[in-house]
C-alpha cells in the first residue's frame, strides 16, 4: 500500500516487518537459556515452590540455566527503599533471565499477595531498562480443590502488562496436595505431563525470541514519541545562547501592563 494512503503515517519513522529482519544476528549468543522460576506461598510445604521445582528440573534437563527467587524476606511494596536486597537481587534476576515461569496458588480466587508483591516490585521501566519486556512467560497454577483456570488468567494480564511474551500452553494443577509424594515430587500424571509440555514450549519460544527480542518489541508509537523528543532537544540546543531580543534587553520597550492585566498579554 503506497504510504500516501496512510496520511496519518510518519513516513520515517514505520517499520516494514520482514523476515530478513527477524533473522538471527551472527552475534547471538549461544550461552543455555536463562529461566527464572517464582513462586507465590511462604508456606513450609508450599506445593507452589514443589511444582516450580519439578519445573525446573525438567528446564535443566532441556539444557537450561535457571534460578528459583525465594520470596521469604520480601518487603512489602514501597515499605523499604527499592535499594533493599532482597528487591535488588529480584529485579538482577529478571534483567539477568531470557524466560519466566511464574507459578502461584490460587487464593480466594485470585493470585497471592505473595506472588504480586514480587510482580509489583518489578517496575515496567527502571530508567531506560524495562525489567521484564521481550522476555518468555510461561504461567502455571495449584489448586487446592477442583481445577481452576483464575490464577493462570490473572497471570496472563500481569504478563501482558509486563510486556513479556507468554506462551500459548499453560498448566492448572487441581488438588495439588494430591500430585506430590513424601520427597516433594511430582508423582506422574496427566498434570505432570502438561507441566512437561509447557516447559519444552517455553524452551523453544525462548530460543525463537533470542536474538530478536529487542525488534520483536520496537513500537512504532514509542519510536515516534522518542523522535519528538529528540526534535525538541535539538530545537533547545539550537536556541541556547541566542541573543535576546531588543524587548528583553530594554525593559522600557516592553509596554507597561494594564491594570488587571499580564505584562505582555493582548488584553
Known amino acids: 500500500m503506497p504510504i500516501q494512503d496512510l496520511p496519518h503515517i510518519a513516513a520515517g519513522i514505520l517499520d516494514t516487518p520482514s523476515l530478513a529482519k527477524l533473522a538471527l544476528p551472527a552475534d547471538a549468543h549461544h550461552h543455555p537459556p536463562r529461566i527464572l522460576l517464582l513462586y507465590g506461598s511462604l508456606r513450609p510445604q508450599s506445593f507452589s515452590r514443589k511444582l516450580a521445582l519439578e519445573a525446573e528440573r525438567i528446564l535443566r534437563h532441556f539444557g537450561a540455566e535457571t534460578r528459583v527467587f525465594d520470596p521469604h524476606e520480601l518487603p512489602l511494596l514501597d515499605s523499604v527503599p527499592a535499594s533493599h536486597p532482597k528487591v535488588q537481587e529480584l529485579r538482577a534476576l529478571s534483567l539477568w533471565s531470557e524466560g519466566q515461569v511464574w507459578v502461584s496458588p490460587e487464593r480466594h480466587g485470585a493470585v497471592t499477595g505473595v506472588f504480586k508483591n514480587q510482580i509489583d ?68 500424571s496427566p498434570f505432570y505431563d502438561r507441566v512437561v509440555d509447557v516447559m519444552e514450549e517455553l524452551f523453544k519460544f525462548t530460543l525463537l525470541v533470542r536474538g530478536r527480542r529487542d525488534y520483536l518489541v520496537d513500537r512504532y508509537s514509542e519510536r515516534k514519541g522518542a523522535a519528538a523528543a529528540r526534535a525538541i532537544t535539538v530545537a533547545a540546543d539550537v536556541t541556547e545562547g541566542v541573543p535576546a531580543t531588543a524587548a528583553a534587553r530594554d525593559p522600557a520597550s516592553t509596554p507597561a501592563a494594564k491594570p488587571g492585566c499580564c505584562a505582555g498579554a493582548a488584553c
Open 121 to 188: 516490585w518489578l517496575p515496567l521501566e527502571d530508567g531506560s531498562v524495562r525489567p521484564t519486556q521481550g522476555r518468555t512467560l510461561a504461567v502455571m497454577q495449584v489448586c487446592g480443590g477442583s481445577q481452576s483456570f483464575n490464577v493462570v488468567n490473572t497471570l496472563r494480564v500481569l504478563g501482558r502488562w509486563m510486556r513479556m511474551l507468554t506462551i500459548p500452553n499453560q498448566s492448572s494443577v487441581a488438588k495439588a496436595w494430591q500430585e506430590f509424594d513424601d520427597d516433594g515430587r511430582m508423582k506422574p
